[in-house]
């Protein structure tokens, strides 16, 4: 067999099991693996600026694309801790991403060495297997191992720490006869699925709640046949979003209790029965108020995982099974079914459904100086086509952008649902540009979000990665100060101040034009609304031309409250703006705004 250095086995293990780019941050204690990506050649690798940076990019190219497994790299200490976050990301909504660490030598790891920490104990509770590699030969089977896991059942992150001694150590490994382990997903009996279809077909009011999983077992083809099928309306979660297309007759609209339609939450209230596949009943979906979201409603639930099922309530039939799985059988025994002629009429359901969905609309059409960010939202409907790609975290910017943007597509709305860490917009952009370099990726923050990892702008400028970054600045915690309203108080959170290098903004602070500039990109800045639609145009125009971000920044009026339950309840949603009335109030809202 061939000799090598474990580290570059690891490497070759990576390029068998289908990994072309990583994403990290060298240092001292993971040279000679950087040594071995060097010398084997065929991987890309993005030198980020931060290594939580280059764990959302890991997270951002896996979200991407069917099939993709993120790698992100860095030395021991420091770097490791620091990509925890985005191992919770992952780890939280089911993305498999790969994290690969340094390691002070073995004798002297128990010795407080410098940057030596027990990083697989600290990572454990967030992947699926952390693990520090001893001995040299362990390698190869620990790598294998980790493909396995990430793909297996219910996707993960998994990390590996590699001691510097363990890298340098030479081993027998033959990369010619190397084989991926098979990957293991549970899958629904027949049986099962004869039961669950029992309770649908005994419903009048049926909906199919898609979340994250059906995208993620690349069956939202499968899911679009059932739902015509059986004419059951469908709500996507928010990871679940794009599993059929916005304009789709059948797509009802999200529910829950911030990011959802108001047509979406009327639709499943005067539902009678649930159909949940790969979703896990996220608090922001079902709100706290359980009685409210359950009641009246007979639920199934079908997940990969089965240790979800009954998580947050019982259903009355759980399925253990993955979504690709699960609906392969629902389709067959969908259509044996309407060729027995023993499917019911569904029509009225649908046509009720639909007039919600036409009638039930909140206002984007403003005209206000400063902006309000509806008018944002609109125009970006208008600017950027089904084909677009959104990346976007948690905050108001995101929340916004949830009620009123349109997905056409699954994997066109790339989002951190569980953990929402702030900073990771602009790295996981890079991370869905990398992994579809002609795709039209927009990514969407507030200002907070946008500051928090600002500096990896200028890792997308030094690799020419394009895309559209949308920010929306009022110089406010948005979210968290609209969170504060219950408490009565407004108190750190407002990011206010005169920049005394650029009084041209007043109270606005950061000078974001500025930053995106020196940081290698192009950057717009829009003050009405009127000049929002030209400049997208501009940007979508400059990003083809530099090959880099570019960066609408969008001054908003200070305080906007945006639509949200604000007793955690799905229905007692606060509707703050006026709500559409007339078509022009609402101008590309998926149906003609009739009433």
Known sequence: MARMTAARAAVEILKAEGVSDAFGVPGAAINPFYKALKEGGGIQHTLARHVEGASHMAEGYTRARPGNIGVCI???????????????????????????????????????????????????????????????????????????????????????????????????????????????????????????????????????????????????????????????????????????????????????????????????????????IGNRWANRHTGYKLDVYREGRTFVHVDIEPTQIGRIFPPDYGVVSDARAALELFVQVARELKAAGRLPDRADWISSCQERKATLLRRTHFDDVPMKPQRVYEEMNRAFGPETRYVTTIGLSQIAGAQMLHVYKPRHWINCGQAGPLGWTIPAAIGVAKADPDAAVVALSGDYDFQFLIEELAVAAQHRIPYVHVLVNNAYLGLIRQAQLGLDIDFQVNLEFENINAPEIGVYGVDHVKVAEGLGCKALRVTEPDQLGPAFEEAKKLAARYRVPVVVEAILERVTNISMSRTMDISDVTEFEPLATEASHAPTAIGALKG
């Not at 991403?97 to 027990?118: N, R």
Request: one cysteine or more; charged letters at 15%; hydrophobic letters at 45%.
């Open 74 to 276: 860095g030395t021991s200490g420091p770097a490791g801790t620091d990509m925890i976050t985005g191992l919770y990301s992952a780890s939280g909504d089911s993305i498999p991403i790969l994290c690969i660490t340094g390691q002070a030598p073995t004798h002297v790891i128990h010795k407080e060495d410098f940057q030596a920490v027990d990083i697989a104990a600290i990572a454990g509770p967030v992947t699926k297997m952390a693990v520090t590699v001893l001995e040299a030969a362990q390698v190869p089977g620990v790598f294998q191992q980790a493909f396995h896991l990430m793909r297996s059942g219910r996707p993960g992150p998994v990390l590996i720490d590699l001691p510097i001694d363990v890298q340098l150590t030479e081993i027998e490994f033959d990369p010619e006869t190397y084989e991926p382990l098979p990957v293991y997903k549970p899958a629904a009996t027949r049986a099962q699925i004869e039961k669950a279809m029992s309770y649908l077909l005994a419903a009048e009011r049926p909906v199919l709640v898609a979340g994250g999983g059906v995208i993620g077992a690349d069956a939202c083809a499968l899911l679009t046949e059932f739902a015509e099928l059986t004419g059951t309306p469908v709500i996507p979660t928010l990871m679940g979003w794009g599993a059929l297309p916005d304009d789709h007759d059948l797509n009802a609209g999200m529910v829950g209790v911030q990011t959802a339609h108001r047509y979406g939450n009327a639709t499943f209230l005067e539902s009678d029965f649930v159909l949940g």
